[in-house]
């Protein structure tokens, strides 16, 4: 297929716009790097999506012989809304933080509009290309415009108390209107976890449970946070899945019997995450389905090149099986950390203990995997003389 100038021009700026996007979403998360919620996933889902289209757009410019943009842009709607977050930011306004956030995807979202108009010339081809790429753009803006919202009227909510005669209120109620303001820390073993305020508040007995519960069949379980909580389980699934399969050749592979034994100790406690969250997937009343994890599926494809690219019975394929390792583990970190903020913004606090057992694993696996290559490993493949 042939491209005309004009497309060749829309590919760039949406280079360009998805690079902001990525831009915009790091720095948002920086800024709530020390304020542990489950926001931060979410940012780091969309801009991992830019990421992707931008890719994308590149190899079809490349493809047909045009150079592709790289960075951000300079001018124009988008990078001016992005900017302003470095301007707005505090570190501790949620509400501030989503309102700049849902201006870039404000922008982006017309941006993709634009491009898709008749006089820019774009084959049949290119066109599917971009529509797919503004389904999910325009997800992810209805996804930050929703959270937006939540905040806002969490917002108003808790001015309107605040406006009520101080002796009035009780104690626990004050902080339950805490939300999104003081986050818990997850660390250690499930269940021990400092502030319950910043998220829904923690059922104290049965009946108050089944209450909440009920609340939650008409409200959170149809929300977008709910919808983005669902798909990254379906995630989850699929990587849990498919490390059950790849553990093995990985264990086979090792050099060491100690590294054989650690993969081979994390391949059952992997197919224990597995069988956590398909009892996730029930209790939330949802059959156990799966998307394909993009991220873990070039993790993978990694791991099997290390093992193609070695020699066997070296010290060095042990550090590369290393490094696979903890690349998945400190993904699964990440997304289960993620995971468990999201869980009990929703107020599903027995799903986060399941997930807290998880990540502990996790980091375990991954703490075992630094002191093998710390002991020996490392020193042994610096020892072995490379081919000529």
């Known amino acids: 297929m042939e491209i005309s100038e004009k497309a060749f021009d829309?590919?760039?700026?949406?280079?360009?716009i998805n690079n902001d996007r990525v831009a915009g979403f790091e720095k948002a998360g920086a800024d709530l790097e020390d304020y542990d919620n489950g926001l931060i996933a979410v940012f780091n889902k969309l801009a991992g999506e830019s990421r992707q289209y931008a890719v994308e757009l590149t190899d079809i410019a490349r493809q047909y012989g045009d150079e592709a943009a790289e960075g951000t842009s300079t001018s124009g709607d988008l990078?001016?809304?992005?900017?302003?977050?470095?301007?707005?930011?505090?570190?501790?306004?949620l509400l501030a933080i989503l309102n700049e956030c849902e201006r870039g995807e404000d922008a982006a979202?017309?941006?993709?509009?634009?491009?898709?108009?008749?006089?820019?010339?774009?084959?049949?081809?290119?066109?599917?290309?971009?529509?797919?790429?503004?389904?999910?753009?325009?997800?992810?803006?209805d996804l930050i415009k929703s959270l937006r919202d939540q905040v806002e009227t969490t917002d108003d909510d808790r001015n309107e108390t605040e406006n009520i005669s101080n002796t009035t209120r009780e104690p626990a109620y004050q902080e339950q209107q805490e939300q999104f303001t003081e986050q818990p820390?997850?660390?250690?073993?499930?269940?021990?976890?400092?502030?319950?305020?910043?998220?829904?508040?923690?059922?104290?007995?049965i009946e108050q449970e089944e209450a909440w519960e009920e609340e939650q069949a008409s409200s959170s379980a149809n929300s977008k946070l709910m919808e983005f909580f669902v798909e990254e389980l379906k995630d989850l699934l699929w990587a849990e899945r498919e490390l059950v399969e790849?553990?093995?050749?990985?264990?086979?592979?090792?050099t060491t019997q100690e590294l054989k034994t650690a993969f081979t100790n994390h391949l059952a406690e992997t197919e224990t995450h597995v069988t956590r969250l398909?009892?996730?997937?029930?209790?939330?009343?949802?059959?156990?389905?799966?998307?394909?994890?993009?991220?873990?599926?070039?993790?993978?494809?990694?791991?099997d090149g290390i093992i193609s690219d070695t020699e066997e019975g070296t010290a060095q394929r042990d550090v590369g099986l290393i490094f696979a390792g903890q690349k998945?583990?400190?993904?699964?970190?990440?997304?289960?950390?993620?995971?468990?903020?999201?869980?009990?913004?929703?107020?599903?606090?027995?799903?986060?203990?399941?997930?807290v057992l998880t990540i502990d694993e996790e980091k375990s696996a991954?703490?075992?995997?630094?002191?093998?290559?710390?002991?020996?490993?490392?020193?042994?493949?610096?020892?072995?003389?490379?081919?000529?």
């Open 79 to 93: 990078h001016r809304a992005w900017i302003d977050i470095k301007a707005t930011f505090t570190g501790s306004d």
């Open 328 to 355: 998945a583990e400190h993904y699964e970190i990440a997304s289960y950390g993620g995971m468990i903020s999201l869980a009990k913004t929703l107020g599903y606090y027995d799903i986060a203990e399941m997930l």
């Open 366 to 388: 991954d703490a075992l995997l630094t002191e093998i290559a710390e002991n020996h490993v490392n020193y042994e493949a610096s020892t072995e003389r490379a081919e000529d």
């Open 278 to 303: 398909e009892q996730i997937f029930g209790l939330l009343g949802l059959e156990p389905e799966t998307t394909k994890c993009d991220a873990m599926s070039g993790i993978i494809d990694e791991g």
């Open 109 to 141: 979202k017309a941006a993709y509009r634009d491009a898709l108009d008749p006089e820019n010339e774009l084959n049949p081809e290119l066109a599917q290309v971009l529509q797919i790429q503004q389904r999910g753009i325009t997800e992810g803006h």
């Open 246 to 254: 790849t553990l093995p050749d990985m264990a086979k592979a090792a």
């Open 10 to 16: 829309v590919i760039n700026d949406l280079i360009k």
């Open 185 to 205: 820390s997850y660390e250690g073993a499930a269940g021990e976890y400092q502030n319950q305020a910043a998220y829904a508040p923690e059922p104290e007995s």
